[in-house]
Each structure stands twice: as structure tokens, then as C-alpha cells.
């Protein structure tokens, strides 16, 4: 019973700790905003590509 109250607390405590770390803020979003916008620029670029030899056809 002593080795389930201990795993309880540590438990709790697990909880507790991801709960922290759940509400900081993850410190490469910036980074990946960025490579997002990137990507959304290059895919426009292949988009249009595309459509250009499409119509070259």
C-alpha cells in the first residue's frame, strides 16, 4: 500500500511538472513560422511553374 501511495505522489508531481512545460512557449516557433512562410512562397512558385508548362503544351 506504501509503494502505491509513493507512485501516486510521484505521479501527481509527473503531472504537475508536464503541466509546466505544456504552458511555456516553444522556442523554435519563430523558426518555424518562418520555414512555413518559406514553404508557402516556394509552393506558389511551383504552382505557377506548373501552370506554365502546362500551357506551353
Not at 3 to 22: G, I, K, P, S, W
Not at 34 to 42: H, N, S, V
Amino acid at each position: 500500500m506504501k509503494q502505491c501511495d509513493n507512485q501516486l505522489v510521484q505521479l501527481r508531481q509527473d503531472l504537475e511538472t508536464a503541466r509546466e512545460e505544456y504552458e511555456k512557449p516553444w522556442r523554435f516557433e519563430e523558426e518555424y513560422k518562418a520555414k512555413l512562410t518559406r514553404q508557402a512562397e516556394l509552393n506558389m512558385e511551383l504552382d505557377i511553374n506548373k501552370q506554365d508548362e502546362v500551357l506551353e503544351l
